[in-house]
């Protein structure tokens, strides 16, 4: 599997990246080759007086490839111009990437309904599985928040195809999870709709197929309003990581606010697993 690994360069994303943990994680999911990633802003010119902001970060960039070659894995490394989100899609796209990932400080609700950040535009344009992988708030020598990437994992669905997607990205974590909680939110919509199978008996049949690869498994059925709820969850069972679907990336899509697994992204306290639909050919 190959990963890109989109920097800044801040501290940030250099907690995420030189986290041996991380690494390992990566690696236990089938993750062999890392593709590091920096985008220098288009009006950020390389002909200012006595700044090459290109080699600069081409430096930088060897750092990091050092520790991770160190850990086992093949690196490439890639300095582009442009803007950040479309340049990360686009590499994604010309390496045939398995997932992203991207670091983020958490941020409060009011600022994350800013749309300029590449995290955010991320979660919706991503045209690969895209991992928030979340760092310390308030703090200029940030943490990791979750070191075991998927050692325990909240799993959302509305049982939709999108949501099935996702569930199938469990061929590949199960080997770096230990623990899953599965979750469905009905909201007053819903109560109207006649199921073939209730939202407990769908759940049971996800759950038994983690068992059977010896996960432990334990599933929530809650009633309100999605976000809110799987957030919710989020603060009682404190995972790894919460896994969820997204619904497409349409241009209208992408303009709209208030998406459930942008919510997530946005507000979650730990890191976020986002699995978009197919790209349309």
């Known amino acids: ?24 994680c990566l690696g236990r999911i089938g993750v062999d080759t890392i593709h590091l990633v920096t985008v220098v802003l288009a009006n950020v010119h390389s002909g200012m007086p006595g700044v090459n902001f290109e080699e600069q970060r081409r430096r930088a960039l060897d750092q990091y490839r050092t520790v991770i070659e160190a850990s086992g894995f093949d690196v ?12 990360i899609n686009g590499i994604a796209e010309a390496v045939h990437a398995d997932l992203s990932v991207i670091s983020s400080r ?7 309904r800013i749309i300029g950040s590449t995290a955010r535009n991320l979660a919706r344009t991503t045209v690969v599985p895209l991992l928030v992988n979340r760092v310390e708030r308030g703090t200029d020598d940030p943490e990791v928040l979750r070191e075991h990437l998927f050692q325990r994992v909240l799993f ?7 949501a099935d997607r996702a569930f199938d990205a469990f061929s590949y974590l199960r ?14 919509k819903d109560e109207d709709v006649d199921d073939d199978a209730s939202p407990q008996d769908q759940l049971a049949k996800r759950a038994s197929t983690l068992e059977n690869w010896g996960i432990e498994t334990q599933v929530e059925v809650r009633h309100g ?9 989020e603060s009682e069972v404190t995972p790894s990581t919460v896994l969820v679907g997204s619904k497409g990336r349409s241009r209208i899509r992408r303009l709209l ?18 699995v978009p639909p197919p790209r349309a050919v």
């Open 1 to 24: 599997m190959r990963a890109l690994c989109a920097t800044d360069l801040s501290a940030a994303s250099e907690a995420a990246i030189e986290n041996e943990t991380c690494l390992e």
């Open 76 to 87: 490439e490394t890639h300095v582009v111009r442009g803007t950040p989100y479309r340049r």
């Open 106 to 112: 958490g941020q409060s609700p009011l600022e994350n």
């Open 156 to 162: 959302a669905t509305d049982f939709s195809e999108n």
């Open 175 to 188: 080997h770096a999870s230990e623990e899953v909680t599965l979750v469905h939110v009905r909201s007053p």
């Open 225 to 233: 309003d999605p976000a809110n709820e799987i957030l919710a969850v």
């Open 257 to 274: 606010l208030g998406s459930v697994s942008e919510e997530i992204v946005a507000q979650a306290t730990g890191n976020v697993f986002l």
